[in-house]
């Protein structure tokens, strides 16, 4: 039987909504069941703490479970890996660190493109770090640390968690911007560091607020500037390291990801729900007792924040040429 031209393109018509249909509809259901958040590294750190606080946020709203997952090693790729190589259905989700712009250039060889095989939904906050020194360091500004580090060349030793670290590439960069010849001691982690450091072992370091407030509070470190362009709201009368250092910016910033492919409208489900969360007071807050801000922002911001930070650090990587160990 012949179909007439306008019932047969009525009917083509319909087909071809149907996989856009039934997108909106998963979408609207989404999730049926639990969700896996990656984490990149342990238990009890401050990305195990956010993914927490995000992923209890998403149970409450979304009514099923986020479980999360530490998988960390191998500077986070190891978390990268399995959530590139899981379906891309929206229940495996990776919490993004500044160690995916960092590893992309510091690694020769990885076996995944983040920013081809991640689809960005949204960023969450962003902290910055503090520049700290042994108390038996003289100088009590940046500018009186770059004036002691320059009449005292390579005899001063800057601790950080490891090769390519966040904290270590904010150390490297103002190494570049400052002029100064300062000895990279890498450690397995920041509790050794920061021990080594407070014991006069190493000199200056480039930590995460949270990890170093209560030892600026106990006189155990001496803090110097923070590395944002702002005040923390921490420590508000810590300037920034760009007063001294024009053009110094650095900071830790966190998001979710997704495998490439994951659908549109989950990949928008979940920002509305990250930017829900970011304007509510008592996350807000949380997020202020961690040393950090919100950073809320659609799935392209969050895209457009990582490829800059990606060609920012393979900058300082290869001049620095910074190999892994």
Same mark, same amino acid.
């Given at each position: ?23 909106? +509809? ?14 990149? /590294? ?14 209890? !946020? ?21 978390? @990268?890996? +399995? ?17 995916? /712009? ?6 020769? $060889? ?9 689809? *960005? ?8 770090? =503090?520049?700290? =020194? ?15 580090? $320059? +009449?005292?060349?390579? $005899? ?9 670290? /966040?904290?270590?590439? /904010? ?13 990279? @001691? ?54 920034? =390291? ?10 830790? !910033? ?30 807000? +807050? ?9 950073? *809320? ?15 920012? !650090?393979?900058? =300082? ?6 190999? *892994?160990?």
């Amino acid at each position: 039987m012949k179909l007439p031209r306008r019932k047969f393109l009525h009917l083509a018509a319909s087909a071809a909504a149907l996989p856009a249909l039934s997108r909106i +509809a998963r979408a609207q259901t989404y999730p049926t069941r639990p969700v896996r958040v990656v984490v990149g /590294a342990p238990p009890g750190s401050s990305p195990d703490i956010l993914a927490r606080l995000i992923g209890q !946020w998403f149970s409450e709203r979304l009514g099923r479970p986020f479980v999360i997952e530490a998988r960390p090693g191998a500077g986070s790729n190891i978390a @990268v890996e +399995a959530v590139v190589n899981a379906p891309a259905d929206g229940y495996t989700l990776l919490l993004v660190s500044p160690a995916t /712009a960092i590893n992309a250039t510091l690694y020769d $060889k990885i076996n995944y493109n983040f920013i081809r095989d991640i689809a *960005p939904v949204g960023s969450i906050n962003r902290e910055p770090q =503090v520049m700290v =020194v042994n108390p038996a360091v003289p100088a009590k500004t940046v500018a009186e640390f770059i004036t002691y580090a $320059k +009449a005292n060349p390579g $005899k001063l030793s800057m601790a950080s968690p490891g090769t390519g670290t /966040a904290p270590h590439m /904010a150390g490297e960069l103002f190494k570049m911007m400052a002029s100064v010849d300062i000895v990279h @001691v890498p450690y397995r982690g920041s509790a050794p560091a920061l021990t080594d450091l407070i014991g006069g072992q190493v000199q200056v370091a480039f930590v995460p607020l949270t990890s170093s407030i209560e030892y600026v509070r106990t006189g155990k470190l001496r803090a110097l500037a923070v590395t944002t362009n702002a005040r923390s709201e921490v420590l508000p009368d810590l300037p920034p =390291v760009s007063d001294f250092t024009p053009g110094y910016e650095v900071s830790s !910033w966190f998001g979710v990801g997704a495998p490439k492919n994951t659908s549109t409208d989950i990949v928008e489900k979940l920002n509305r729900e990250i930017n829900v969360a970011l304007a509510d007071p008592k996350i807000k +807050a949380r997020l202020v007792d961690l040393g950090s801000t919100v950073l *809320p922002g659609s799935p392209a911001d969050f895209g457009k924040l990582i490829a800059d930070e990606t060609d920012k !650090w393979g900058k =300082v990587i290869r001049a620095g040429n910074i190999k *892994p160990e």
